[in-house]
């Protein structure tokens, strides 16, 4: 079965660079979430996107934007990236919620900010 | 805040016991989540228990959930090695539009 699709897999920045992570959802399912996991540190909710409208935020800096697009597929994209930024930046995607959805979540990216 | 505390942090036995883990929240949730993490990939989903019920269980796994203490235990039995991993409980709360709250997570190790 199709999983969460995550592109690229590894990337490495110099500081102040922009990156753009992309996320293709499970087919069929319309919400997408991001979260940023730090080194030794829990999954932290950034933003989610149902049916290309934002749903919710959660911790994302003002650096950094996402959007979903017609074809459900989302990008975040990260501007003056800074070392702190390193971390493992995960999609998921469900169908839209109702008690009880499960999400999917994708293999992640790896961002090293150098 | 952050929710989904979890203890312990870390957790080591041997193949074949049991191993237990908790989490505690802090706010009304729709549902609790349970997910593993092998090193440094990404988080698969275990089981999911609704705010309604009160235990569940998948194969090996058995989840309880108490809303009055906002805790939730994880029991794997007859641990095997490659259930070594980290296990993170989260949880969606309610008002949310399903976005989950990640606990610190449990790093288990099951020796052979």
């Known amino acids: 079965a199709a999983g969460v699709i995550q592109s690229p897999r590894h990337l490495i920045k110099e500081k102040r660079e922009t990156a753009t992570l992309k996320c293709y959802p499970i087919p069929r399912h319309d919400t997408v979430y991001w979260y940023q996991q730090g080194p030794g540190q829990d999954p932290q909710f950034l933003i989610s996107f149902y049916e290309k409208m934002q749903s919710d935020k959660g911790s994302i800096p003002d650096r950094f934007s996402a959007q979903q697009f017609s074809d459900y597929h989302s990008e975040l994209n990260m501007s003056s990236l800074e070392l702190g930024d390193s971390a493992l930046y995960f999609c998921?995607?469900?169908?839209?919620?109702?008690?009880?959805?499960?999400?999917?979540f994708g293999q992640g990216t790896r961002l090293t900010v150098v | 805040s952050q929710q989904g505390e979890e203890d312990p942090q870390a957790l080591s036995i041997q193949e074949g016991e049991n191993a237990t883990m908790n989490c505690s929240y802090k706010?009304?949730?729709?549902?609790l989540q349970w997910y593993r993490q092998n090193s440094g990939r990404g988080l698969v989903h275990l089981i999911l228990i609704r705010s309604n019920e009160r235990e569940k269980h998948s194969g090996r796994l058995r989840v309880t959930l108490d809303t009055s203490k906002k805790s939730s235990s994880l029991l794997i039995t007859a641990s095997r090695a490659a259930d070594t991993a980290s296990y993170f409980c989260a949880t969606n709360p309610r008002g949310s539009q399903g976005n989950l709250i990640f606990g610190k997570g449990t790093k288990l190790s099951v020796k052979p």
């Open positions: 998921a995607s469900s169908l839209r919620i109702t008690l009880g959805t499960v999400a999917f």
């Open positions: 706010t009304s949730i729709n549902n």
